[in-house]
Structure formats: structure tokens, C-alpha cells
């Protein structure tokens, strides 16, 4: 992943601009009741206004600079982005050479300096929220086509409301800057990440992998095939997947079991509820080992493989649905590895 260093907002000079400006008024209270040796000129009250003016919008920017900071930290944190490095800090000014110049061409030039100090950390900022962004749109489109080939619909159903997932807590848009370059990006970021972390949390209940310790041999595929007890063609609903018998059979996703009882060709049976319509089936079992309204997480044992039922011998059926529908378990246990990256 690319990264950029994050920006460490330093203290700036801030103090010693204000230490001169002190210094400066009294300088100026001096010139205009008479100059004062040393200055380049005496100061007037319209030279301490504008001065005064300048030193509020610096403050105005540094506290500006100093939220983006804040938010970009956490930003950077859900988006992965880490580095070393930071912004440059400004040049302290020391007391002696504030004494030494304490006229209006020593006042410019620190306040020019500190400006340059900030638009050097807005530019950093810019270029920072940028990148968090772009990375956290590309994730977000990434888990998405991973879901749109499960034939899942991850804004649908990742993000609703109503599905119980949770994700990062990101701090609102920054007030007042929500129209400017850095606010619109700040917010396209802050909206990826939010829907890229409902994405991998939805993962906890998509079924992926299989539903054995190792990746068992499949012995019957999904689709139409050949009824081994008529031999006439039958629509098969799952997949037969050959394994010892009594090996334990694992969720392959958190849900609440909806059922755990022998059901006539399915023999002793377990069906998970994994929310978001996805339902999972466990069947020919020999043992049941939860109850119906159980949680259950990935991998908990639900049972042990056996021959109960329409079976011709010791394997397991299992099968995976979507809205009621079934599909081929295959696409979901194919996926696992892929989408592991981003769990």
C-alpha cells in the first residue's frame, strides 16, 4: 500500500511573534510620544491594527491546521496509512533577537515566515488526504466486486441498518471547511472508509471456506445431476462433500442456528441464519451439537458427518442460499482465500 508520511503539525513560532509583537508595542507607545533610537521609523497605531489583524488569521489558520491534523490521524489509522517523517517546523525566533529587532521589518518577516511554515503544512495536509482517500475508495471497490461475484449486494446488505454490524468510529467532517479542496476530500474518504469497514465486517457472515478441518473431496457438484437412488435426473441443491465419518462440522460464518432436528431426506440436519438472507445447510449428519437459537461462530462444531437420511453412505451435504434461493456453494468457498485479505 502506498503511504505518505502522516503530517505532524508542530508547534510554530507563534510565541516569539506575539513576544515581539509586546515588544513592539511598547516601541510603538514610545514613537508616538517620540521616536526611538534603533527603529527604522516609529510605529503608529494603524502599523499595530494591521499587525493585529495578521496575527489573528495566523492563529485562525494554525487552529485550523491543527484540526485537520487531528482527523487526518484518525483517518490514517482506519485507512492503514502509516510513516515516518512530518512537516518541517518554523525557525524558533529567540528572545535576544527580538530584542535586538524590534521594529516593523523584524514584525513582516516573522509573520511572513510563519506563513510560509503553514501553507507548507497545508499542502502537506492536501496532499495526505488525498492519498487516504484514494486508498480508501480503491478498498472499498475491491470488496465490493468480491461481494457482486458471491451475487451479494454489499450496499444493500452490508450496509443496512438493520443488518447489527458495527465499524470504526470516524469523527465528522471538519466545521467550516466542508466546501474547500481538503474538506470535500476529508469527507469522500471519511464515507469509503466507513463503507469499505461495513464490508470486511460483513464478512463475518458470508459462509466461506469449506465446512470440514481440510478441504474435502467433492463427491456430488450442484446443478442437475443423476438421482442415485432412481437414477432418473434430480435438481441437486448443495454439494456432497466426502469425509470420515464422525468428523466434525464446522459454521463456515456466525449465525444463529434456525434449525437442529432430523428433517426427512436431509436426515439429521442444522440450518444457520447468517443474516442478510444468507442461510446455510448442514446435512446427513450423525450427531447434532447445538440447539436451535444458538449463536454460533466461524468454525464452531454444529455436528458430526454421518449417513442419516436419503445417503448412500457417510458424507456431507451441505448447501448455501440467498433469499431463500439455493446457489452453488462453490462460488463461497472459492472466494474465502481472496477475501481473507481484507477480514
Keep these: ?115 510560509r511554515g503553514l501553507d507548507e503544512i497545508d499542502s502537506v495536509q492536501q496532499a495526505e488526504i488525498e492519498t487516504i482517500a484514494a486508498t480508501a475508495r480503491a478498498d472499498r471497490k475491491r470488496l465490493a466486486r468480491h461481494w457482486a461475484a458471491l451475487g451479494l449486494d454489499p450496499y444493500r446488505r452490508a450496509l443496512d441498518p438493520k443488518a447489527g454490524l458495527g465499524g470504526p468510529y470516524i469523527p465528522p467532517p471538519l466545521p467550516g471547511d466542508s466546501d474547500s479542496a481538503f474538506g470535500m476530500a476529508y469527507e469522500a474518504a471519511r464515507n469509503d472508509l466507513i463503507q469499505a469497514a461495513a464490508f470486511r465486517k460483513f464478512s463475518d457472515h458470508v459462509p466461506l471456506g469449506v465446512p470440514l478441518a481440510s478441504a474435502a473431496e467433492i463427491m456430488s457438484g450442484f446443478g442437475i445431476r443423476r438421482d442415485p437412488f432412481t437414477r432418473s435426473m434430480a435438481m441437486h441443491g448443495g454439494v456432497d462433500l466426502r469425509e470420515e465419518p464422525g468428523a466434525p462440522v464446522r459454521a463456515t460464518a456466525a449465525g444463529r442456528i434456525i434449525e437442529a432436528d432430523w428433517s426427512g431426506g436431509y436426515g439429521r440436519m442444522v440450518e444457520i441464519d447468517h443474516g442478510g438472507g444468507l442461510v446455510t445447510r448442514y446435512a446427513h449428519l450423525s450427531r447434532i451439537a447445538v440447539k436451535p437459537g444458538e449463536w454460533v461462530e466461524r468454525g464452531h462444531i454444529v455436528g458430526r458427518v454421518g449417513s442419516t437420511g436419503r445417503s448412500t453412505g457417510p458424507h456431507l451435504h451441505y448447501e448455501t442460499h440467498i433469499d431463500g434461493n439455493a446457489v452453488n456453494p462453490l462460488r463461497f468457498i472459492r472466494a474465502a482465500a481472496p477475501i481473507s485479505r481484507y477480514r
Design 1 to 115: 500500500m502506498k503511504t505518505l508520511p502522516a503530517a505532524r503539525l508542530k508547534i510554530m513560532a507563534l510565541p516569539a511573534l506575539m513576544f515581539a509583537v509586546g515588544l513592539a508595542i511598547g516601541a510603538a507607545g514610545m514613537g508616538l510620544l517620540g521616536s526611538k533610537p534603533g527603529l527604522a521609523r516609529p510605529m503608529v497605531a494603524a502599523d499595530l491594527g494591521n499587525l493585529a489583524d495578521r496575527l489573528e488569521i495566523i492563529l485562525q489558520r494554525q487552529t485550523e491546521l491543527e484540526l485537520r491534523h487531528s482527523g487526518l490521524a484518525t483517518l490514517s489509522r482506519e485507512a492503514d496509512i502509516t510513516g515516518g517523517g512530518g512537516t518541517p517546523g518554523l525557525r524558533r525566533q529567540s528572545a535576544a533577537e527580538s530584542e535586538a529587532r524590534p521594529d516593523l521589518a523584524m514584525l513582516e518577516w516573522a509573520a511572513h515566515a510563519i506563513e
